[in-house]
């Protein structure tokens, strides 16, 4: 009942169409009570709690940190970018309703890549007519412009250590690319339902989150996109988890955020291990940067009830 009323709530904000999300979420309310199990704890998981430290006032689908230490949100229904200057400060609409309702990323040069058209419509049609676009937006001014066009419903969005941008289509399969010199390409890679997305370090390696039917994590070689290889599995007692959001930690390991599990997973050899529990609907983790602001080392969860948290249970260790 819990779950249910936090997505009626959520429902209640301006709408722009409803997304998959929406669709998997209401399915996490009414499953998630008797289908989801924790995975195992962590080794050395913190037992400190979340802290509450920012709220939006709508379901936060992305969020990501700059080098100042400031936050950046998409906000799903009014299709804005947020911006907060650490944790405490007031949400800054940083943008109008732009359509910025998938993930968020910060190039190295400041400036945010956001998706658009994770709404119902763009997500179950993006692998036949891929006409959604990345848009490109200031952090000091919000202007806006279009980065990339010709991509499914934009869901999620990694960046590169090149610069290359992968992006995902909830409900489709496809995984899209943009180059450094603005080639795209919609169809670069195939998983089933992919959601969350993110690159490792040495950029040889995208990893995808697959939410349904069967919940898993991906490894998509660079150098051989055609041969997606599924690294774990969620236990079957997870079927109904519905993972989400997508980040990795100093170590290069992925963590991933769950709606009706309510757990923060953590990639750990072939295994999930649970960093957090009791946070449902997440949608999103990023790690902090810089020394001011939301800071390098911390863990920060976004979710559908417009909530961030610190999680202490994901922080970096202190050198």
């Known amino acids: ?88 400060s007031a949400p800054v609409p940083l943008t109008g309703n ?50 990339a066009s010709g991509l499914g419903g934009i869901d999620g969005v990694a960046l590169a250590p090149d610069g290359t941008v992968y992006t995902t289509t909830l409900g489709g399969r496809n995984i899209g690319r943009v180059t450094p010199d603005g080639q795209v390409d919609p169809a670069w890679a195939r998983v089933p339902q992919p959601n969350g997305i993110a690159v490792s370090p040495d950029g040889t390696q995208v990893y995808v989150i697959q939410t349904t039917i069967a919940p898993g994590l991906y490894r998509i070689p660079v150098a051989d996109p055609a041969h997606p290889q599924r690294w774990i599995s969620a236990d079957t007692s997870n079927a109904l988890a519905l993972p989400d959001g997508l980040t990795l930690d100093g170590r290069g390991r992925p963590l991933i955020a769950t709606h009706a599990a309510g757990q923060i997973w953590r990639a750990e050899g072939a295994t999930l291990c649970t960093v957090e529990s009791g946070l449902y609907l997440s949608t999103q983790l990023t790690y902090g940067h810089g020394e001011r602001g939301f800071s390098a080392g911390k863990l920060y969860r976004a979710g559908v009830d417009g909530r961030i948290y610190e999680v202490p249970g994901g922080a970096e260790p202190r050198t």
């Open 98 to 147: 732009i359509g910025a309702n998938g993930g968020i990323v910060v190039r190295d040069d400041g400036r945010l890549l956001v998706g658009t058209g994770n709404d119902l419509a763009h997500s179950l049609t993006g692998d036949a007519l891929a006409v959604s676009k990345l848009l490109q937006v200031d952090p000091e001014t919000g202007s806006v412009t279009t980065y």
């Open 1 to 88: 009942m819990r779950l249910t009323r936090n997505i009626r709530a959520a429902l209640r904000g301006p709408r722009r169409g409803m997304s998959a999300a929406v669709v998997l979420a209401a399915a996490a309310g009414v499953f998630a009570p008797t289908c989801a199990h924790a995975a195992p704890v962590c080794d050395a998981a913190a037992s400190a709690p979340p802290v509450q430290v920012a709220r939006i006032p709508d379901w936060v689908e992305s969020i990501a940190v700059d080098k100042r230490g400031r936050m950046f949100a998409t906000a799903y229904f009014t299709g804005r970018v947020y911006r907060m200057d650490g944790p405490g």
